[in-house]
């Protein structure tokens, strides 16, 4: 059975959901535009569905230090350009060959292999344009995270570095280190920028960025172990992908190293974790934690 946040929570996370595709709408260029092909495929692969769980963390980190969060839609909004940059690439044939997303054609399954390369390509540079050109918010905030981003991305302990590591793993015994530096780079990073990109943009001092960034590091991390879980004992419909990949390509994961009932605690003591670095910013991070709380328990 598939689990819910709980209907407030849910009812949260819808709204910010439509605000953030509104935003989307927006900032994307038309299916018509030329290169029409380009635009329908960047377009296809953002609007395929998704959560649109690391805008609303950068909404909400925002919240923790500012009470108006509508200049900071733009930004959080490109957060989701990347993630879905990272997606259309990790499902290439030259990568891990996924053939389905979100129960739908992957881009390059729908648009072929060349479109979809270029599709991220695309995605990752509209990003960085509107962080560049986000109104109502000093210029050496967007400078600053224009770095984060870069760095959370590329090849020093970013994405990028995550995804070359988690290549070369396969096939070989997984060690604890090797392990947590794939997910800590691959999907953690993202995550800590995410809730950095919020807090440094409504003017966060360092020592709460601290803070922040913590929960960030261990809700990224807790989010690709429950991933690494799902796929071995999640199901096609919730999925909305086949299980089983991680297994059938030998790829390095928690339930691998430790076993699925080591796994489940892990994730559960780093969500703990994450919500005890928020404690001294009291209700304004409710959201946060039932948020952390929610995707340890999901199913999809």
């Known amino acids: ?48 569905g998704g ?36 997606l259309i690439h990790d499902d290439l044939p030259a990568l891990d060959n996924d053939e389905l997303r979100r129960g739908k054609p992957s881009c390059h399954v729908a648009f072929g292999e060349a479109t979809a390369i270029l599709a991220g390509d695309g995605l990752l540079t509209l990003a960085f344009q509107v962080l560049a050109e986000s109104p109502d918010i000093p210029p050496e905030r967007c400078l ?31 060690d604890a280190r090797t392990l947590e530096y794939i997910h800590a780079s691959k999907t953690g990073a993202l995550f800590r920028a995410s809730v950095r990109t919020g807090a440094i943009l409504a003017g966060a001092g360092e ?6 960034s913590v929960y960030g590091e261990k809700v990224g991390l807790a989010f690709q172990i429950v991933d690494d879980l799902l796929d071995v004992v999640g199901s096609r419909e919730e999925l909305g992908k086949a299980p089983g990949k991680d297994a059938e390509h030998e790829k390095a994961t928690y339930p691998a190293l430790y076993g699925v009932e080591k796994s489940r605690a892990m994730t559960a003591q780093m969500v703990e974790e994450a919500c005890g670095a928020l404690a001294p910013f009291g209700e304004k991070a409710a959201n946060l934690k039932e948020i952390a709380r929610y995707l340890l328990k999901r199913t999809s």
């Open 1 to 48: 059975m598939s689990v819910v946040p709980s209907p407030k929570l849910g009812q949260f996370l819808e709204q910010q959901r439509a605000r953030v595709d509104r935003t989307l709408e927006k900032l994307l260029p038309g299916a018509e535009v030329v290169p029409n092909s380009i635009h329908r495929a960047m377009r296809y692969a953002v609007f395929a």
């Open 51 to 86: 959560k649109r769980i690391r805008p609303v963390l950068c909404l909400e980190a925002g919240r923790l230090f500012r009470d108006n969060d509508g200049p900071l839609l733009p930004p959080a909004s490109a957060l989701e350009l990347i993630h879905t940059y990272s």
């Open 144 to 174: 600053r995270v224009n770095r984060e981003l870069a760095r959370a991305i590329g090849t020093l302990g970013g994405m990028i570095g995550g995804q070359v590591a988690d290549l070369e793993a396969e096939a070989k015994p997984p």
């Open 207 to 212: 020592g709460d960025l601290k803070k922040v």
